[in-house]
Nanobody, 118 residues
Framework: VQLQASGGGLVQAGGSLRLSCAASESFFSIKIMGWYRQAPGNQRESVARITKSGTNYADPVKGRFTISRDNAKNAVYPVMNNLKPEDTAVYYC??????????????WGQGTLVTVSS
């Protein structure tokens, strides 16, 4: 099973990007669909996540990032608006899935680089 992340690139401050993350197969259920980022020299940090309880955003991105899911395409799309240079990082998607009612896997995408110029 693979998660394929895409959509990163170079954008000027104030601009927008739409990332995507799609799975290579379907699952019995998906507990968490999330995004993390890691800037050079920093630890990986959570950006946003969709759970069965709702959607949560990290404080630095609240009001600027919106994450949505497409169940038919088995994919999740964060839209990042009003980007700032401090948003520059490699963005990773992370899903916690149940392929069957008895198994749980923690899946990571390969990362996509977002660079915001000032």
């Amino acid at each position: 099973v693979q998660l394929q992340a895409s959509g990163g690139g170079l954008v000027q401050a104030g601009g927008s990007l739409r990332l995507s993350c799609a799975a290579s197969e379907s699952f019995f259920s998906i507990k968490i669909m999330g995004w993390y980022r890691q800037a050079p020299g920093n630890q990986r940090e959570s950006v946003a996540r969709i759970t069965k309880s709702g959607t949560n955003y990290a404080d630095p991105v609240k009001g600027r990032f919106t994450i949505s899911r497409d169940n038919a395409k088995n994919a999740v799309y964060p839209v990042m608006n009003n980007l700032k240079p401090e948003d520059t990082a490699v963005y990773y998607c992370n899903w916690v899935v149940n392929p069957t009612p008895w198994d749980e896997y923690d899946l990571w995408g390969q990362g996509t680089l977002v660079t915001v110029s000032s």
